[in-house]
């Protein structure tokens, strides 16, 4: 066992550390509460911090340099998302163009997709959205009835998505479409698709946080180019899978490292209080914060089988659920323990403004849904780590 | 970074697991459970001492092999139950070392070759475990006082006396201890309480033992963690099993998915029990600074979590869970029985929290 950081990983961590000192210039959290800012601005932030991070060489750290990328290992990945968490960094909005596009056209699309796409994504001069949900496949995805009809060359795309994230702002969309309706998985083709053209109709998706961060697209006789499909015809449900393992690794650290700033800022609050100093509390926050290291102590060990190449085992599931039923215990408990103040909107006066607790807190459902539902884990893990049976 | 035993300790845990298989599978703790007055088969635990296990916290001069081996050694033990003094005693060895000292030099010798049963008597709080008051002392050569919940006190040949003055080692007298067993939930899991008014021998004063006693906690904590992690694969893994035999409603029970959740979960737990536990054995092997911070997680962790996944066995296979003659019990108890013990849940708790500093890095 060595759970030690490398001598160039924590070189790495140390520079990024001396770069965010310089370059962030404020909290994410600070950007929220400033009045001047609305939805739309907000994603002006977050686009100029990409850029930053983008000139610094922060971004597509997995990608290879010669597109961009730093080509970095899974271990200096994980760092970065950590210590953008852990000092409450704008989020990229772009990065599911970054984090899926992107590699799929490395891997699986042409020279000219990857040029025609690639700087533009890094740049965030486009931002991407994702084509995968649909209102009657979310998590049994291979049920999508989107289609793709010939058209000459090209095809018509006719359906419609949902959970489209940033989909507002969005300027491209790589789309899972059917282009047979008959064969489940290999009738499936990745398409991508500009949004402002006729057909396209984004719709933004109110949420139960009442932003609209999420939208929903209608595609009525949309035009796909021939030339904007990744691979071949019918390979978009491997594809897409393959592009979905890259996610292992990078993540790692980093729901430990947000919810530790979250719990620090939870103890600051009941420090603040006195409320700390009560017996029942310190007993909720002691378990928070016992949680919370285990998670780190899971997310440990899983990059420490990426960093080695080690084949997946059944961590990615149990990461998955983990992560995300336990932002539900801690931001439920959290506010709990904050009394009144801990039910103020984090624009109220009075409020604590170091996190935005309502916002985490119905966000915390969100987890638990997207990305392979807690149920959907739980069969994988039943199913493939356990092998119990079919009916 | 890599998470994976070295080999050394891979081939140790293999060649465990083979032994406890050949010598000590569960229904021979069962045995020593049921029929054995002192709780432990005494030819086993001296095989233990010939083979090198009881000295493995030592330091690595005297031949200890590191915390990390510690704690994939007591995982194994948990796999079956294992009953006996093993894991106190091996923390006492390590005392022993730390006193220093001819007297001590020789018992540790006696008990890390497995010759004699030496255990720490520290607690005399009945209703707390975590308590480090004492007020057994140490004066003119005799030791007095009372301590409760020794582990196999009733058992050992000498026992190392937590007092006002430092820590003293008193040899079984002549007459026997003075001992009242104390007998818990895990029947494979012996303690007395007992009240000494005998001679003794100081091996270090109460400033340097403060030091030696909180190492030796440290270490406890962690291999009841690492028991507690063993308990937990063996209960999920057997409780498994049997959902894929049992057929009801005309199909394995395994296939229903209310099952399959519970034992999704049941993995979810074990897994992340191991992950802290072998997160906390790396930090206290390689003396990191915040090695008492991740045992107590570890330990916080297992208790909970093993009680949860032994439980959930019981329930897994249904009414003949509840029999004497299926093992899951075995498992349920030591893990309840250790959740109160070698740093408790609550005080665990506690210690993280104090001692809470986000470790980022």
């Known amino acids: 066992m060595d759970l030690r950081l490398s001598p160039d990983a924590v070189k790495f961590r140390d520079e990024l550390r001396a770069w965010l000192d310089e370059n962030l210039e404020r909290p994410y959290t600070e950007e929220l509460l400033d009045p001047k800012h609305d939805e739309d601005s907000l994603v002006e932030v977050r686009r100029n911090f990409q850029r930053k991070l983008n000139d610094a060489g922060y971004l597509g750290m997995g990608w290879p340099t010669e597109w961009g990328g730093r080509g970095a290992t899974a271990v200096e990945e994980a760092l970065l998302r950590a210590e953008l968490a852990i000092a409450d960094a704008p989020q990229s909005p772009n990065s599911l163009g970054i984090g899926l596009c992107g590699p ?22 486009e931002i991407w959205c994702q084509g995968f949900s649909e209102p009657g496949a979310g998590s049994d995805l291979a049920g999508i009835r989107t289609r793709a009809e010939p058209d000459g060359d090209d095809f018509r795309i006719h359906g419609q998505k949902v959970w489209t994230t940033l989909g507002p702002w969005s300027d491209w969309i790589f789309v899972l479409a059917r282009t047979d309706m008959e064969d489940r998985y290999g009738g499936i083709t990745f398409f991508l698709m500009p949004i402002d053209q006729p057909g396209v109709e984004m719709r933004p998706l109110k949420q ?12 009525d006789n949309a035009l796909a180019k021939r030339e904007h499909i990744v691979g071949k015809l019918g390979e978009g449900w491997r594809i897409a899978m393959t592009v979905l393992g890259f996610e292992r690794g990078g993540s790692t650290l980093l729901p430990s490292a947000e919810y530790g700033r979250q719990i620090d800022c939870l103890v600051d609050a009941l420090s603040a209080s006195g409320e700390i100093e009560r017996a029942d509390v310190r007993e909720k926050v002691g378990a928070l914060i016992v949680e919370n290291e285990v998670l780190r102590a899971n997310g440990m060990r899983t ?73 959907i884990q739980r069969n994988i893990i039943a199913k493939r780590v356990l092998q119990m049976p079919t009916k | ?214 190492d030796a906690a440290r270490r406890a904590t962690l291999g009841a963690s690492a028991v507690m992690l063993g308990c937990m694969e063996s209960a999920l893994e057997s409780g498994v099993a049997y959902t894929k035999e049992r057929e009801a409603f005309g199909a394995p029970i395994g296939s229903f998915q209310g099952l399959q959740h519970r034992a999704a979960d049941m993995l979810i737990k074990t897994e992340s029990t191991r992950s802290a536990v072998f997160r906390a054995a790396w930090a206290e092997e390689n003396g990191e600074p915040d090695a008492g911070y991740v045992v107590s997680v570890a330990k916080a962790w297992a208790g909970p979590s093993s009680r949860f996944v032994c439980g959930q066995s019981i329930q897994l296979l249904g009414g003949v869970g509840y029999t004497w003659e299926y093992d899951q019990h075995m498992w349920l108890k030591r893990a309840k029985t250790f959740e109160s013990f070698y740093g408790s849940t609550r005080a665990s708790t506690e210690n993280v929290l104090a001692s809470s500093t986000h470790l980022n890095s």
């Not at chain 2, 330091?59 to 079956?80: K, Q, S």
Request: glycine share 10%; with cysteine.
């Open chain 1, 208 to 219: 139960i946080s009442g932003e609209s961060e999420f939208g929903e697209v209608f595609f």
């Open chain 1, 104 to 125: 799929a056209l490395i891997h699986h699309g042409t020279e000219e997709q990857r040029q025609r796409f690639l700087p533009a994504m890094l740049s965030c001069d």
């Open chain 1, 303 to 375: 990059l420490a089988s990426v960093a080695q190449d080690l084949p997946p085992g059944p961590e990615s599931s149990i990461d998955k659920i983990f992560w995300s039923e336990y932002h539900q215990r801690l931001t439920d408990t959290a506010i709990e323990l904050m009394g009144p103040q801990g039910q103020l909107l984090v624009t109220s006066p009075g409020a604590r403004k170091d996190v935005d607790w309502m916002y985490e807190y119905l966000w915390s459902r969100a987890g638990t849904i997207y990305s392979g539902s807690s149920e």
């Open chain 2, 1 to 214: 970074m890599h998470f994976e035993l070295n080999e050394d300790q891979a081939l140790l845990k293999s060649s465990t697991r083979e032994l406890l298989e050949s010598e000590s599978p569960i229904a021979e703790s069962r045995t020593v459970m049921e029929d054995n007055p002192d709780g432990f088969a005494k030819d086993l635990h001296a095989q233990l001492g010939e083979l090198g296990y009881l000295g493995i916290l030592q330091t690595e001069d005297a031949g200890g092999m590191g915390a990390i081996a510690f704690a994939a050694v007591l995982a194994e033990m948990g796999r079956v139950a294992f009953p006996g003094p093993y894991m106190d005693v091996a923390v006492a060895v390590r005392v022993l070392e730390d006193c220093g000292g001819d007297t001590a030099a020789k018992w540790q010798q006696a008990a890390a070759s497995g010759e004699k049963i030496v255990v720490l008597a520290r607690g005399e709080n009945m209703t707390n475990a975590d308590d480090t008051n004492v007020a057994a002392t140490f004066a003119d050569g005799r030791v007095t006082g009372r301590k409760v919940f020794v582990p196999f006190g009733a058992q050992a040949d000498a026992l190392l006396v937590d007092t006002v003055q430092g820590i003293a080692l008193v040899e079984r007298p002549d007459a026997g201890w003075n001992a009242t067993e104390q007998t818990t939930l895990d029947h494979s899991q012996r303690f007395a309480a007992i009240d000494f008014d005998d001679a003794g021998e100081l091996l270090c004063d109460a400033s340097k033992g403060t030091q030696v006693l909180a």
